[in-house]
């Protein structure tokens, strides 16, 4: 079982604006990162940090943070947004053990 | 521009030992502080980490895993490895590796990210 909570599924209409989550205790210690992942392809980096974007990566995209959830908002989805969607961290042992949220399926209405 | 490129079997007998190789392009699997990590997708769900190598040498894995993983650099082809023993059909996935950095300073906050990935590469397990 993951140590960080996503929603499984979530929609939006075309421009608009949505918010994806991910919830755990560890995210009370570190930032969330953030991929996204289309089928067939590698994930790739989309947030980090308190609200970092790797080069490349539309503005559209952008994290927050507020006690244990993390969330990722897309201004203004477009079609090419639809994918499924991770967040990940080091867990809460202390251990420095890599988890992964279960990922939440994105459909752009 | 650092790249990642698995390699290795795409079929794996049920018992055996899985192996995949990481090779590093663009940049040096012993230079900076970077996590050398594996991660793997069974089809049709969600990522798993397997573990990681520090820079350093240091390795890192995930408890479900560890009594069969072992992770290992080989700085001389600038590659590191995956073996994972006793395979079951549970095993089969498609197989990532990824470089991960990490910032921990009061001012910037605690946090680790993958920005590299390799493509990743489909194991089966089957006989």
């Known amino acids: 079982s993951s140590e960080l909570t996503q929603d499984p599924a979530v929609s939006v209409a075309l421009g608009q604006t949505v918010r994806i989550t991910c919830q755990g205790d560890?995210?009370?210690?570190?930032?969330a990162s953030w991929y996204q992942q289309k089928p067939g392809q590698a994930p790739v980096l989309v947030i980090y940090?308190?609200?970092n974007r790797p080069s490349g990566i539309p503005d559209r995209f952008s994290g927050s943070s507020s006690g244990n959830t993390a969330s990722l908002t897309i201004t203004g989805a477009q079609a090419e947004d639809e994918a499924d969607y991770y967040c990940?961290?080091?867990?809460?042992?202390?251990?420095?053990?890599?988890?992964f949220g279960g990922g939440t399926k994105l459909t752009v209405l | 521009q650092v790249q990642l490129q698995e390699s290795g079997p795409g079929l794996v007998k049920p018992s055996e030992t899985l192996s995949l190789t990481c090779t590093v392009s663009?940049?040096?699997?012993?230079?900076?502080?970077?996590?050398w990590s594996w991660i793997r997708q069974p089809p049709g769900k969600g990522l798993e980490w397997i573990g990681y190598i520090y820079y350093s040498g240091s390795t890192n894995y995930n408890p479900s895993l560890k009594s069969r993983v072992t992770i290992s650099v080989d700085t001389s082809k600038n590659q590191f490895s995956l073996k994972l023993s006793s395979v079951t059909a549970a095993d089969t996935a498609v197989y990532y590796c990824?470089?991960?950095?990490?910032?921990?300073?009061?001012?910037?906050?605690?946090?680790?990210?993958?920005?590299?990935w390799g493509k990743g590469t489909t194991v089966t397990v089957s006989s």
């Open positions: 990940n961290s080091r867990d809460s042992s202390g251990n420095l053990h890599v988890v």
């Open positions: 990824a470089r991960e950095s990490g910032v921990t300073t009061v001012s910037m906050g605690y946090y680790y990210y993958m920005d590299v």
């Open positions: 560890s995210l009370r210690s570190y930032y």
């Open positions: 940090g308190k609200n």
């Open positions: 663009g940049g040096s699997v012993s230079s900076g502080s970077y996590y």
